[in-house]
Nanobody
């Protein structure tokens, strides 16, 4: 099982990006999916998560600006990021809890860099 993230890049403050993360391999089910970020010199933090049911959770710093969504038919999670700020600059990692027989495991993507210029 692998998670492949893409869609990061360089954008000016106020702009938008929409990274995606696709899971592939021997997947029987996916539970929670989410995005985390890690800025230089800081700890990795939760940005947003989404359950299989569609229930979502957001960090206070991104509420109203970011929207997480998923396509269960494509095993893919998206993060629509609007009104980006320089403080959003970080490597963004996707995470998913996946059932690949015979057990559930947590997988991480390789990270995609988001740089917001002022």
């Amino acid at each position: 099982v692998q998670l492949q993230a893409s869609g990061g890049g360089l954008v000016q403050a106020g702009g938008s990006l929409r990274p995606s993360c696709a899971a592939s391999g021997s997947i029987l089910n996916i539970n929670d999916m989410g995005w985390y970020r890690q800025a230089p010199g800081k700890q990795r933090e939760l940005v947003a998560s989404i359950a299989f049911t569609g229930s979502t959770n957001y960090a206070d710093s991104v509420k109203g600006r970011f929207t997480i969504s998923r396509d269960n038919t494509k095993n893919t999670v998206y993060l629509q990021m609007n009104i980006l700020k320089p403080e959003d600059t970080a490597v963004y990692y996707c995470k998913a809890r996946i059932f690949s027989a015979p057990r559930w495991n947590v997988y991480w993507g390789q990270g995609t860099l988001v740089t917001v210029s002022s």
